[in-house]
């Protein structure tokens, strides 16, 4: 090991050292499963199906109990990936000019190919039934960005572009949280307080209940979902410089 290389592990030993106790002591910490004693965790456990109609805890919690907070983490999400397209669009070269990465390897393009669609309606089934079961627009949002992703390692990066245009990303991001916005607006007009639940809750366990969650959920799929997929594009557009160039003349 160079002297370098010595100098820095005798500075990263101390350090690790007193991370790893920390997780160790932090972990000897956690209660029991199903011994949680949170006081806040139990009141929101004992009330909120009787309050909201919703059967996922979490849900609830995220788009109504707490959802100015959440509105707050869309704003997060929506200024980074922003971000990230400004700075990489700057230094776009034209598309036109862009290697055509076409996949070679047979069994990489069936997978991509056939898991695509699956893991969008995947992706779908999570947002939709987020607040039913374990699930949400976070979550669900994610996967329907994975499946998008899943164009690129089953196809290229211009079938990527071709099948989610950067426009229509941008639409669908700033339609998520705009709706999310615009839906504690409407509450605030109707009952004078901002997000508040004033949607009928319909019955338990059912896609027709939980109010104004169920709205909010959908709105986050959609703004968690675009963010992902404009992440993607800009990253995967600076990676295609790098592939050797492998068009075809009809492609070029």
Known sequence: MSSDGRRRALIAAPLLALLVGALVWAFTGVPDFGHFN???????????????????????????????????????????????????????????KRPHDVVLHDVTRVAGTLLAPVVFFLGLWVVTFGYVTPGGGFQGGVVLAAAVLLIWVGASYRDLRALSPTDAVDVVEALGVGSYVAIGLSALAVSGYFLD??????????????????????????????????????????????VPDIVAENDA
Do not use: C, W
Request: no cysteine; glycine share 10%; charged share 15%.
């Open 38 to 96: 949170g006081v806040y965790g139990t009141t929101i456990n004992n009330v909120a199906v009787a309050q909201r109609h919703v059967s996922n805890i979490v849900a609830g919690v995220v788009f109504d109990y707490r959802g100015l907070d959440t509105l707050g983490e869309e704003f997060i999400l929506f200024a980074a990936s922003t971000g990230v397209a400004m700075l990489l669009r700057a230094s776009a070269r034209d598309e036109k």
């Open 197 to 242: 639940n004033v949607l009928p809750l319909g019955t338990v366990d059912s896609l027709a209940s939980t109010g104004t969650i169920a709205l909010l959920n959908a709105a986050t799929g959609l703004a968690v979902a675009g963010a992902n997929v404009l992440i993607f594009h800009e990253f995967l557009k600076q990676y295609v410089v790098t």
